[in-house]
């Protein structure tokens, strides 16, 4: 992207790059539509009346197992980026492919685990705890997805060879939006999985 | 001349009072100009509401005339010409900074402990003493009141007696609602999933009007209704007038007592007009034992007058207006207005109108013409039975 | 004694000459044509709120009027608070934020051109769903910040509702685009010298803004994907019978919507002490103070949201907490007062129509801060909540703070986005008679709601007192809604005359008077340097009075960036997503896969295309 080479020569008052600074902003809005999201599961916790609840549905073993793969692809993406910021392509390719496929297990599991609930007779509609979780955890998911998307994207551009040094900043953007994704799953998973 | 003085004018100086003065004469008014008002509280709640409020006022009274009046002051004193020298250029001055957020601060203060000490004793119940609870719900768009007490039910004319601390327990059928009844209470919301509370104890007699204070739908603009604070007398006449409603008496041989359930009834006592008049508070003893007074009223006879009260009851009974409505107090059914008093209101349709006999008629005729998107249906009676009906409902009382 | 603020080019070539065509206003990215793009907009709603507001207003002039049904009112006063906050004061502030943020911190645009022109296009696109609602007879009717669990499928059943939410979320979408390139605008690139503490006041303000609005909206925008659940999928976030809390809407729908009144009314903050030092002839009083008040402000202002909510019977720990905070915010407030009247006191008053207007703002925002007060003690609060006395307070601090603000921005800032000065006769005219309708209407509505009228009623019965009132506040609106006839009327006047303005008609003290009015596309030809706060007067200072009027100068060797239409299209698809959103239960989910796909194709384009 040539508007990459032009906002490297340009001062900017923190030294950090537009786009930099405009991810992180984005990202501590993001921190807020969680936080609702979070609050209307905390506040709505335990008031079900009927249908499935947590203790009864929730399969803490898989979703474990999803977890420390979301928590390993933070990591892999940093040695992509490492490798990116290096010109080290098989590093940059091997980490990228590598933290895809963790985001790609990640949804499997979910889409797994939402279909294993809608069987066991929890729907959106069921009760308080069908709303709240789908809710939180499938935008968290779309979330998830929207990373993984974007970084198939830039492992194309990267396969093309149009992800030299100078432009790693555009698999920095993605990965800081990956570690998000990821530190709010963090917080999501003891308050819906493991908090009684 | 001072530079105050200059820089004001005469007129200048009178202008701003002459106005301050016009407008504390519009606040005021008198209960009679202002039958709703929050300034003219009539029982304990709203006097310390009402404390709290001048309060503020009057700091706000003040600090309006002060600021307001520095701005003014300053306008005028520093009018400039384009010509004219450069100011001194100030950039600010640290003490005055602390000055100005320490004394508004103290004003807050002044502001906030009565604040608190009202927030603390408006949601005390006071103990001790006979504390008469009323339960409210709020529906689209009328208002039930509830006295468990006394295991009667009644719509939009809340009696309450003086003296008596009044506890309103409130719950809403639909959508959120709020009791707004100035004189007495101020208001509070009411929701369908919680109770919320409050209460009074009326000082004075009177009729009162209250309103709906939260948006609920088409007709919240009138979703009104009525406080008739009596003596303690009048007001146990009045509760004794609403149980009668239910009073039973022996079922002449052959029939069964009218079911509540039932939409019609089978066979029951015929009921002359002499004997539902004879139920109403304060008439002279029938001479025959009234007939029991279920929610659902025993048919008339046969073929009854056109336009006779007897037909009106018939016609109440036959035409679906039992399916919403009761005219026993001790047997709600919490769909439509109880009807157990309605003819002794002074207005129907949560406030609408004037309990005219006429009125009366319209309404039962297209209550849709009247109030929009109110949940009672046409029925289809023509203006003849409008009347009818609505003369048997007079006789409710 | 440094190198000058601004400096002239000698750069050799010919003068850019910028395209004017309707095809360059819908590619464009620069910040000044997308600025006027919004303020042109945002006035046209405004127009149509007032108008919805003038029907409220002839419908109340009598007591038990038949001129509106109770269904067409309440679709109106919901209407015309919805389309006033959101596609009128939000949008004017946008069109300053715009127009003046890079110019004054020294900038040639904003960080994110294309996104800038984004967040217009669906900005319109929003304001435009909304109101197609009025085709349908189906506009919102349930209040600007509709309680659950009237909005609930049961009990609004039709599409108001969802013309409602859907609208909302188009609009924030608008609005946190806008907020992150302006928060990395600001942070990022403001011109040598100009530290965070040298910046223009207006500036700061719009920050502080910026912050409030990217932490504000995902709130709502979690509040609104909740109630859409409740309506489309059947959920009970809610709704009683489900388990469903009605308060939960309240909780979410204030933590956003007190801040957003701070949103609202902070820029009005900002453009008002940009014009008190003008018109003064003095620096602004108490620089520090204003922006600590401003940061304080918007840090306090997410800790009173349920001052919105004291007739709900929270309990009384909770109605003090919240009386107290409300309190507490009214102390900065009150400093920025005091140092707006520090400002004036000493100077040498020039009284052309942006200070009427300012000192206007002043006048009036002191009494709606003042009832405002009385509003934080629940106990009064009890009798004033949900009455005419509050639409009398947010009246004041919105229209006389919030309009009368921007009404100066636009007298003050005409002659440098359009190179011509609004006439003064008309303007002080306008002044005046805006003043005395404003006041006229809305004075009344503290005694009306007082002495017992409730908020959106439709009508009201004889005999409670109200009618000589709100005839009163009829008479005020119809004036009111004229002075701005007087409005449009000098607009259209100026613009037959030539574009002559000079490039600093008022004495300025912030970058963009050292421009050509109007300022070329790339604004500076070599970026300033700055030494202090208010640097024009400081470098009209050493030159000894006046600048010479500034030369155009050529383009040459700068980098401007092109024009493109993806944000347009992306935003297209953003609107044909919610579209589809709106028609989910009649067409099923496959059209908003396909918006999404086109949304998704558009960004992509859009992030690969050459940005300059």
Redesign the interface.
């Known amino acids: 992207m040539s508007h990459a080479t032009h906002a490297l020569e340009h001062h900017t008052a923190t030294g950090l790059d537009n786009r930099k600074v405009a991810i992180w902003t984005f990202i501590g809005s993001e921190c807020l539509f969680f936080a609702s999201l979070i609050s209307t599961y905390l506040v709505y916790k335990g008031r079900d009346t009927s249908g499935p609840t947590p203790d009864e549905i929730l399969q803490i073993p898989l979703v474990t197992f999803g977890t420390a793969l979301l928590l390993f692809s933070s990591l892999f993406v940093v040695l992509a980026l490492n490798g990116a910021q290096r010109g080290n392509r098989k590093a940059m390719l091997g980490w990228l492919a590598a933290t895809i496929i963790c985001g790609l297990f990640f949804i499997g599991m979910q889409v797994y685990e939402f279909q294993h609930f809608m069987h066991e007779g929890l729907k959106l509609q069921t009760n308080l705890f069908g709303a709240t979780f789908y809710t939180l955890t499938g935008f968290h998911g779309t979330h998830v997805t929207i990373g993984v998307i974007w970084l198939i994207t830039v492992f194309i551009t990267a396969l093309r060879g149009k992800l030299p040094p100078e432009k790693a900043l555009n698999l920095e953007m993605a990965a800081l939006y990956w570690h998000f994704v990821d530190v709010v799953w963090i917080v999501i998973f003891p308050v819906v999985y493991l908090m009684k | 001349m001072t530079s105050w003085a200059r820089a004001f004018g005469r007129t200048g100086r009178v202008a701003p009072f002459l106005v301050l003065a016009l407008?504390l004469a519009?606040?005021g008014?008198t209960s009679a100009?202002?039958?709703?008002?929050?300034?003219h509280p009539k029982a304990d709640f709203?006097r310390?509401?009402d404390g709290?409020?001048m309060t503020?006022?009057w700091?706000?009274l003040a600090?309006?005339i002060l600021?307001?009046g520095?701005?003014?002051y300053?306008?005028f004193?520093?009018?400039?010409?384009?010509d004219?020298?450069?100011?001194?250029?100030?950039?600010?001055?640290t003490t005055?900074?602390i000055i100005?957020?320490a004394i508004?601060?103290l004003i807050?203060a002044m502001?906030?402990v009565p604040?608190?000490r009202?927030?603390?004793e408006?949601?005390e119940v006071p103990k001790g003493g006979d504390v008469l609870e009323i339960e409210v719900v709020g529906h689209?768009w009328w208002w039930e009141f509830r006295y468990p007490e006394y295991g009667v039910t009644t719509a939009n004319e809340l009696h309450v007696p003086v003296g008596r601390t009044v506890l309103l327990r409130m719950k809403a059928y639909?959508?959120?609602h709020?009791f707004?009844v100035?004189q007495f209470a101020?208001?509070?919301?009411v929701?369908?999933?919680?109770t919320?509370?409050l209460w009074f104890r009326a000082d004075s007699t009177g009729y009162y009007?209250g309103?709906?204070?939260?948006?609920?739908?088409?007709?919240?603009?009138?979703m009104?209704f009525h406080v008739a604070a009596t003596s303690p007398e009048e007001f146990d006449g009045y509760v004794k007038g609403l149980q009668a409603t239910a009073m039973p008496a022996a079922a002449p041989a052959g029939t069964a007592p009218a079911d509540s359930a039932a939409v019609r009834t089978t066979a029951a006592a015929p009921v002359t007009t002499t004997t539902l008049a004879a139920t109403q508070q304060g008439s002279q003893t029938p001479a025959v034992r009234p007939a029991p007074r279920d929610s659902v009223p025993p048919p008339a006879p046969a073929t009854p007058a056109a336009g006779s009260v007897a037909e009106g009851q018939k016609l109440f009974a036959q035409r679906g207006c039992v399916a919403c409505h009761s005219i026993n107090a001790t047997k709600p059914m919490g769909i439509g207005p109880n009807l157990a008093n309605v003819g002794s209101r002074r207005y129907i349709g949560a406030?609408m109108l004037q309990n005219t006999d006429e009125n009366l008629a319209l309404w039962i005729k297209d209550p849709q013409a009247i109030k929009?998107?109110v949940l009672m249906a046409n029925l289809g009676l023509t203006i003849e039975q409008a009347r009818s009906v609505a003369g048997y409902l007079r006789t409710l009382k | 004694m440094a190198t000058s603020a601004v400096s002239h080019s000698a750069a050799h070539g010919a003068i850019h000459v910028e395209k004017t065509g309707l095809w360059s206003w819908i590619t464009t990215v620069d910040h000044k044509k997308i600025g006027i793009l919004y303020g042109a907009t945002a006035f046209t709603f405004f127009l149509i709120g007032g108008l919805e507001a003038l029907l409220l207003r002839i419908q109340l002039g009598t007591a038990e009027n038949t001129f509106l049904t109770p269904e067409a009112y309440n679709q109106l006063f919901t209407m015309h608070g919805t389309t006033m906050i959101f596609l009128a004061v939000m949008p004017l502030s946008a069109m300053f934020f715009n127009y003046l943020i890079p110019l004054m911190i020294g900038a040639r645009d904003v960080a994110f051109p294309r996104l800038n022109a984004f967040s217009y296009w669906v900005f319109l696109f929003g304001g435009l769903f909304l109101n197609a609602s009025f085709l349908f007879n189906a506009a919102p009717n349930a209040g600007w910040f509709g309680y659950a669990n009237l909005t609930s499928k049961q009990y609004s059943p039709g599409l108001n509702i969802d013309f409602w939410v859907l609208g909302l979320q188009i609009l924030g979408i608008s609005s946190l685009a806008a907020a992150v390139n302006f928060f990395t605008t600001i942070i990022n690139m403001r011109a040598k010298g100009m530290k965070l503490m040298r910046m223009p006041i207006f500036v700061w303000m719009s920050f502080i803004t910026q912050v409030l609005l990217l932490l504000a909206f995902p709130v709502i925008t979690v509040a609104l994907i909740l109630l859409t659940f409740d309506r489309v999928f059947g959920t009970h976030f809610y709704v009683p019978a489900g388990g469903g809390d009605p308060l939960l809407w309240q909780h979410l729908f204030w933590i956003f919507g007190h801040p957003e009144v701070y949103i609202l009314i902070l820029p009005a903050f900002g453009i008002v002490s940009e014009i008190l030092p003008v018109f003064s002839r003095k620096p602004l009083f108490g620089y520090a103070a204003m922006v600590f008040s401003g940061i304080f402000i918007a840090f306090l202002g997410f800790g009173v949201w349920s001052h919105h909510m004291f007739a709900t019977g929270m309990g009384p720990i909770a109605d003090t907490v919240f009386s107290l905070s409300t309190m507490l915010i009214a102390i900065p407030t009150g400093v920025k007062i005091f140092n707006w009247i520090g400002t004036v006191a000493g100077g040498s008053l020039q009284m052309r129509t942006p200070m009427y207007f300012a000192l206007g703002f002043i006048a009036m925002f002191i009494i709606g801060g003042l009832s405002g007060v009385m509003h934080a003690s629940p106990p009064a609060d009890l009798q004033q909540t949900d009455t005419y006395f509050v639409v009398a307070h947010f009246h004041y601090v919105m229209f006389g703070g919030s309009i009368f603000a921007l009404t100066a921005g636009a007298y003050y800032w005409w002659p440098k986005m359009f190179g011509r000065m609004l006439n003064e006769g008309l303007g002080k005219a306008h002044f005046w008679l805006m003043l005395i309708g404003f006041n006229l209407t809305f004075f009344p509505m503290h005694f009306v709601g007082l002495h017992g009228m409730p908020r959106r009623v439709y009508t009201y019965p004889d005999g409670l007192g109200f009618e000589l009132m709100n005839q009163i506040e009829t008479a005020g609106s119809l004036l009111l809604g004229s002075s701005f006839l007087i409005f449009i009327y000098n607009v259209i006047r100026t613009s037959r005359r030539p574009a002559d303005a000079p490039a600093d008609p008022w004495n300025g003290a912030t970058l963009e008077w050292a421009l050509p009015s109007p300022p070329q596309e790339f604004n500076f030809a070599v970026e300033p340097e700055v030494h202090s706060r208010d640097p024009l007067w400081e470098t009209k200072r050493e030159r000894g009075g006046t600048l010479p009027e500034p030369a155009r100068v050529s383009s040459a060797g700068i980098h401007l960036p092109n024009p493109s239409y993806w944000p347009l299209i992306a935003a297209l698809s953003v609107l044909a997503f919610f579209v589809a959103l709106l028609m989910f239960a009649h067409t099923g989910p496959w059209p908003m896969v396909a918006a999404g796909v086109m949304l998704f194709f558009s960004v992509c384009k859009w992030a690969f295309e050459p940005a300059g």
């Open positions: 407008a519009a606040c008014g100009e202002y039958p709703q008002s929050t300034l709203a310390m509401i709290v409020f503020t006022v700091w706000s600090v309006f600021v307001e520095a701005l003014l300053v306008i004193r520093y009018r400039g010409k384009p004219d020298a450069e100011p001194n250029q100030v950039h600010g001055n005055l900074e100005w957020t508004p601060a807050l502001i906030a604040t608190v009202a927030i603390f408006t949601y689209q639909d959508v959120l709020s707004w100035p101020a208001k509070r919301d929701f369908p999933n919680r919320t509370t009007s309103q709906c204070a939260e948006f609920c739908g088409v007709q919240h603009g009138r009104a406030g929009h998107g």
